[in-house]
């Protein structure tokens, strides 16, 4: 609770001595003291409580006060009980070093004042000491919901539900998912009964990639209790996630370094297959790869095992080159339906990935010991991947039988070469005369060379159509009815078409 919240309090009728700027202050315990130095039995953050019996003169204010700072507490609440008010010079000094000050009416026990602060800190104290006993989320969050008397969830951005205390309904999922990408949280969200939307503070990025708690239930009256009770299930969810991500991390640890190697040459299917098992996935069952790109290496794993996680079958992610990989291992059937799950997940994502874009390529379903070429084969539908307009693209092996992945797979510098050498000088014209030989060029080939077709859909005359065709030809020194030529250009308009 802050400081603010105590002066705001009527029952406690505190009155204001030195507000420092301060009042925004997290109180983090009480401390009660008549020690005129008591900074050796502080750790920062409380609420000093003390009855001024160290106080003789101004030079014990200075001293007490001093010993207080340094310590770093919140602020002080002076008892009235042996001097009837606080002295003129305790509150110049807090005024001077900047120390919250209130003064405590005579009616009310320290006592009293105390057990308002904890009764406000105990959700957290109970939280975070079940988590430090070992809890799991779902035993966390059956905590939350008995104190907020409203069922609770922990969603991801990448549209799994992580943890909760009932079936959610895919409606309120779906809402949920919606209203988190707005972003801003807490949030208020009405869906039949009310709901609250919590940030859950891992660091994770991008946003389709962090945790959020939802609440819903009766919370007509969402007061100053369940608003600290969600604020401290938002630092215990972010304490489960820390563990969860540190064992995601060991697992794939495990079978990165093997990974490197496999590509490289330098290690044997034998050694990645043990090092599954070391992560505990079965190296005896079939498996796809799946190879993603979306901003650095440290995103794509972080984005990517979230990804994983919400197919709900075992899997293993690690960063690999400039993305990130992930194994799927299960039964063939689960496996063939993982394309399905994956583009359905990158669906719900991308309203959470920002200005960012997501390649992804996805294996056909191998043996653990043809590991290597499930790699490239992903990586291959990766690039491709990247190749197209989308802010989101999935690709599977099976659509590798194209021009397009010959396209994707030629280094940058012949793709440019190759682009430059047939279109340059029919881009140098367009830009020159403001003529549209490029869309000509692109619109004939794409309707099989139909002059009727091609006039028809750029509205111009078939002699007007001839006559641009014909400049194209003087430009390049190209013929146009042959067939291969006509490859060409079409694979140089795809390569020149902006991504």
């Known amino acids: 609770m802050r400081l603010r919240d105590l002066l705001e309090d009527d029952e406690l009728g505190l009155v204001?001595?030195?507000?420092?700027?301060?009042?925004?202050?997290?109180?983090?315990?009480?401390?009660?003291?008549?020690l005129i130095d008591p900074r050796r039995y502080l750790s920062g953050g409380e609420l000093v409580l003390s009855g001024l019996v160290w106080h003789s003169g101004p030079e014990d204010s200075e001293r007490f006060v001093r010993a207080l700072v340094d310590a770093g507490v919140a602020g002080l609440a002076a008892g009235t009980a042996r001097l009837g008010h606080a002295p003129p010079d305790l509150i110049a000094a807090c005024r001077e070093h900047g120390l919250p000050a209130f003064e405590v009416p005579i009616s009310v026990s320290f006592n009293a004042l105390a057990e308002r602060i904890q009764w406000r800190s105990a959700p957290r104290r109970e939280l975070i000491s079940a988590v430090a006993a070992g809890a799991d989320l779902d035993r966390v969050l059956r905590m939350a919901a008995d104190d907020l008397g409203a069922d609770c969830w922990v969603l991801s951005g990448a549209g799994w539900v992580v943890g909760g205390t009932a079936d959610l309904p895919e409606e309120t999922r779906a809402g949920a998912l919606a209203e988190f990408a707005r972003g801003r949280l807490p949030r208020t969200w009405r869906a039949g009964d009310p709901h609250v939307l919590w940030p859950v503070e891992s660091g994770a990025e991008p946003a389709a990639a962090q945790w959020f708690a939802l609440v819903s239930g009766d919370l007509v009256e969402w007061d100053e209790h369940r608003e600290a009770v969600a604020t401290d299930l938002g630092t215990v969810i972010a304490l489960v996630r820390a563990r969860v991500d540190e064992a995601r991390r060991i697992a794939g640890r495990s079978v990165e370094a093997a990974l490197r190697r496999l590509l490289e040459g330098s290690s044997s299917p034998t050694e990645v297959a043990a090092r599954l098992e070391t992560a505990g996935l079965p190296a005896d069952e079939p498996l796809r790869a799946v190879t993603m790109g979306v901003g650095d290496a440290g995103e794509s794993t972080t984005l990517l095992r979230e990804i994983a996680a919400a197919t709900g079958m075992a899997s293993v992610t690690a960063p690999l080159g400039d993305g990130a990989a992930a194994l799927f291992v299960d039964e063939p059937d689960h496996l063939a339906d993982l394309e399905h799950q994956l583009r359905r997940i990158v669906a719900d994502t991308e309203a959470g990935l920002g200005q960012r874009r997501l390649a992804m390529g996805i294996s056909d379903i191998t043996a653990a010991t043809a590991l290597r070429g499930a790699l490239d084969e992903a990586a291959y539908a990766r690039r491709l991947a990247e190749q197209r307009r989308g802010g989101a693209e999935v690709v599977t092996a099976d659509e590798l039988a194209s021009h397009e992945v010959l396209l994707a797979s030629?280094?940058?510098?012949?793709?440019?070469?190759?682009?430059?050498?047939?279109?340059?000088?029919?881009?140098?014209?367009?830009?020159?005369?403001?003529?549209?030989?490029?869309?000509?060029?692109?619109?004939?080939?794409?309707?099989?060379?139909?002059?009727?077709?091609?006039?028809?859909?750029?509205?111009?005359?078939?002699?007007?159509?001839?006559?641009?065709?014909?400049?194209?030809?003087?430009?390049?020194?190209?013929?146009?009815?042959?067939?291969?030529?006509?490859?060409?250009?079409?694979?140089?308009?795809?390569?020149?078409?902006?991504?």
């Open 16 to 34: 204001l001595l030195s507000d420092a700027g301060g009042l925004e202050r997290v109180v983090r315990g009480v401390y009660i003291t008549d």
């Open 410 to 499: 030629a280094p940058d510098e012949l793709r440019r070469s190759y682009r430059e050498r047939l279109l340059a000088d029919v881009r140098a014209y367009d830009a020159a005369h403001a003529s549209e030989l490029l869309r000509t060029l692109r619109v004939f080939l794409d309707n099989n060379g139909s002059w009727s077709r091609c006039a028809q859909l750029l509205h111009v005359h078939v002699n007007t159509l001839r006559y641009r065709v014909q400049r194209v030809e003087e430009l390049t020194g190209r013929d146009l009815s042959d067939f291969a030529t006509r490859v060409d250009f079409y694979l140089a308009l795809r390569l020149h078409e902006p991504s």
